[in-house]
């Protein structure tokens, strides 16, 4: 899961990660409406990053990113412009078997699968793969098989000979996995990057793999120099009837690197050349620019928006003595104004939709409610008359956040708003690092901080676990509320082991209802991405999750 504070939300998150369905579909939300695509042409993405890494055991791209291009895994996401993520097999015929009771997940692979060499892909290929994200030194993947397969815990990667025997390949087509626990969710994990063949026989220089991979993918490694440029050329022996998740319409891609965000979106305004060719996939449109590209429609119709994104909440310090009474803190979900909050973020369009719940739109189990229902710009004379039937007067809270102008406006917004009901908020801006280590600490001396998050696969699970699990409070942890209830932890383990998706979805709503009972937080906005596209590019728009553009079904118009 990702914490994303919104003034760097493309860098802690996904910087080349993309989201676009429907290879023929004629309106793009946020986006104007669309030619066809069509296969052929080099699409162009402008990235800011100046090092990229295809290496499955160090990413921790989402299942739409550039890095599946070039790698299949045992699952993938299909994504549209207003329905949740779809888990669809891609290198599996479906998307796993679980036996006994949640604990035993087995797949079987597609016949006939190549990589671009023409050789075959084998189970075995899937299962060093997985192995060598084990090794310490290609660690900072993302890593939630690691601590749920037998044995991972003392594992540390197949270098000096070691197997992990809870990863079994019976034979060439079948791979098994043995899980510590029940665990539902088990496949959107194998969508990872790290669930992505590799042929022992290939990995002779581990630290360099990632600069060219073997390709599974519609795509393979062309050429690549850091902090310019990486190219990619169509994979000769990628079979788009075997692969449900990628169109592979571009006969070519090539990341343009190590630009400056102002440099990206200047270019995409401007559509010349190679850049009517060309998105961003990381670089959101902010704030100042928003005049400039609602002022033209030309432009304006090239910009994808996200319908929903990233949870930004205020959390509350449910241990400090001031916020310990649940109706203070019911108080303060009415006292918030979360329309200035909206504003200070660039506006309902491209800041986003007032939240109330915790599980975001697009991910299953999300379920539109209020408990707290009041007017955008909230109801203070209610908080003043809850405070009072509390007995709380004079209540002075401390506010710690980043210190960057947005997350600034953010936090004066929330600060002006409680102040209308009588609280007296002190705001205490901090650098990032300090912030986090405050705030995810183990001696939290603040009262209030706001924070956003993005679940890393589409899964309720994401929404909750991490943010109000007791055992992720403090070491580290983002339960930065401190909230503790022993019925919700009772309900988080029973959701995360329901092998039923639809089962799970409707059990993590009643959490999501449950937590939101004791007011640990208070839901902010939806927070939107809006990213521009030159003209020529089609099939490009955010989805509900992840509020990210799709290079994996991307087209251009001649």
């Not at 990863?167 to 990057?193: A, C, Q």
């Amino acid at each position: 899961m990702k914490r994303i504070t919104r003034a760097v939300a493309v860098a802690a998150a996904l910087a080349l990660a993309v989201a676009a369905c429907n290879a023929n579909n004629q309106s793009t939300p946020g986006g104007g409406t669309t030619a066809a695509a069509e296969a052929g042409g080099t699409f162009h993405v402008l990235s800011t990053s100046k090092e990229i890494s295809l290496d499955p055991a160090k990413s921790q791209n989402l299942g739409t990113s550039t890095i599946h291009l070039v790698l299949r895994g045992l699952t993938s996401w299909k994504t549209s412009p207003d329905k949740a993520a779809e888990l669809v097999p891609d290198l599996a015929t479906d998307t796993g078997q679980v036996t006994d009771g949640g604990k035993t997940w087995t797949y079987e692979l597609k016949p006939g699968l190549k990589y671009a060499d023409g050789s075959p892909i084998v189970a075995a290929d899937i299962k060093y793969g997985i192995e060598r994200s084990f090794a310490p030194e290609l660690s900072g993947g993302l890593g939630y098989h690691k601590s749920l397969l037998v044995g991972g815990d003392k594992y540390s990667g197949p270098y000096k000979g070691a197997q992990l025997a809870s990863v079994e390949t019976p034979d060439d087509s079948t791979i098994v996995f043995r899980l510590n626990k029940p665990f539902g969710d088990w496949p959107w994990v194998v969508s990872m990057p790290a669930f992505s063949p590799v042929p022992k026989a290939a990995d002779k220089d581990p630290a360099h793999y990632g600069e060219d991979p073997v390709a599974s993918g519609p795509y393979q490694v062309k050429s690549y120099a850091p902090g310019s440029k990486l190219e990619l050329e169509r994979n000769p022996n990628w079979d788009k009837a075997t692969d449900e998740a990628r169109t592979g319409l571009p006969d070519a891609i090539v990341l343009d690197m190590g630009l400056q965000p102002d440099v990206v979106n200047q270019r995409l305004i401007a559509d010349a050349g190679d850049d009517k060719f060309a998105a961003s996939t990381g670089v959101s449109v902010p704030a100042a620019l928003i005049p400039t590209v609602t002022g033209n429609p030309a432009v304006k119709s090239r910009v994808a928006t996200s319908p929903s994104g990233a949870l930004q909440y205020l959390a509350m310090n449910t241990k400090r003595p001031a916020l310990a009474n649940p109706e203070v803190r019911k108080a303060i979900q009415y006292a918030v104004d979360k329309q200035a909050v909206q504003v200070a973020e660039g506006g309902p369009e491209y800041g986003g939709e007032i939240a109330t719940t915790l599980i975001t739109p697009g991910i299953e189990g999300y379920e539109k409610y209020d408990l707290y229902p009041a007017p955008p710009q909230g109801d203070p004379e209610k908080a003043k008359s809850m405070l009072a039937a509390a007995g709380v007067s004079n209540l002075n809270l401390v506010m710690v956040a980043e210190n960057l102008p947005t997350n600034l406006a953010v936090a004066q917004a929330i600060q002006q708003g409680l102040k209308r009901a009588g609280i007296t908020v002190s705001i205490r801006p901090l650098d990032y690092e300090p912030l986090t280590d405050l705030v995810t600490g183990n001696k939290p001396d603040f009262d209030l901080t706001v924070s956003s998050w993005l679940p890393d696969f589409p899964s309720a699970l994401g929404n909750i676990q991490p943010l109000f699990a007791s055992s992720e409070a403090g070491n580290g942890g983002y339960n930065m509320s401190r909230y503790s209830n022993p019925a919700v932890d009772t309900a988080i383990a029973a959701a995360t082991a329901e092998p039923d998706r639809s089962t799970a979805a409707g059990q993590w709503t009643a959490i999501d209802k449950q937590i939101m009972a004791d007011s640990p937080v208070v839901p902010l906005i939806y927070a939107r991405n809006a990213f521009l596209h030159g003209s020529k590019v089609q099939n490009f728009f955010l989805p509900p999750y992840p509020p990210y553009p799709n290079v994996l079904t991307v087209g251009l118009s001649r």
